[in-house]
């Protein structure tokens, strides 16, 4: 790992921890030229995934996409980076469990609903009426009757 200062590739791991669950890994480290001190952070990330678009457009899966998804539900709703992370990477094992190269995009909009569902119904809502692109205020309130009920 380079030097964020000067660049060098000398640098030591003075100290790693676990976080986020035990999903990331945080390293503590130093550099041996400058003694610049910084951190970094290891992560599995979905390789080789291909998600097939409504369409039948085949892309490959980004994180991004489904980060500013999931920012737009939940703008102006209180939450922390923290929970905000964890519920990521809980939607990535969700993929990840399935075991396989591709998935439609379909599943994955399904995966995010069952998790904001429990996160924040409010950020669920907005999802679903525009993943299930709600065509009239019945469809709407069916939806929220449904989760109203449990």
């Known amino acids: 790992m380079r030097c964020p200062v000067c660049l060098t590739q000398d640098t030591k791991v003075n100290d790693s921890r676990l976080a986020e669950d035990g999903f990331v890994i945080k390293r503590r480290r130093e550099c041996q030229k400058c003694g610049f001190r910084f951190s970094t952070f290891e ?10 678009k ?8 980004l994180r991004e996409k489904l980060e500013g998804g999931l920012k737009k539900s939940l703008e102006k709703r209180p939450y922390t980076q923290e929970r905000f992370k964890k519920l990521i990477n809980t ?18 909009g399904e995966i995010v609903m069952k998790r904001l569902k429990t996160f924040d119904k409010i950020a669920y809502i907005r ?12 469809t709407f309130q069916r939806e929220l009757n449904s989760l109203l009920k449990k």
Request: cysteine-free; glycine content about 4%.
């Open 127 to 138: 999802f679903a009426s525009v993943y299930r692109a709600f065509e009239d205020v019945k």
């Open 91 to 108: 939607v990535e094992r969700d993929i990840q469990k399935r075991k396989d190269d591709e998935i439609t995009s379909n599943e994955i």
């Open 43 to 52: 992560q599995p990330e979905i390789l080789n995934l291909v998600v097939i």
């Open 54 to 61: 409504r369409n039948g457009g085949k892309e490959p899966y």
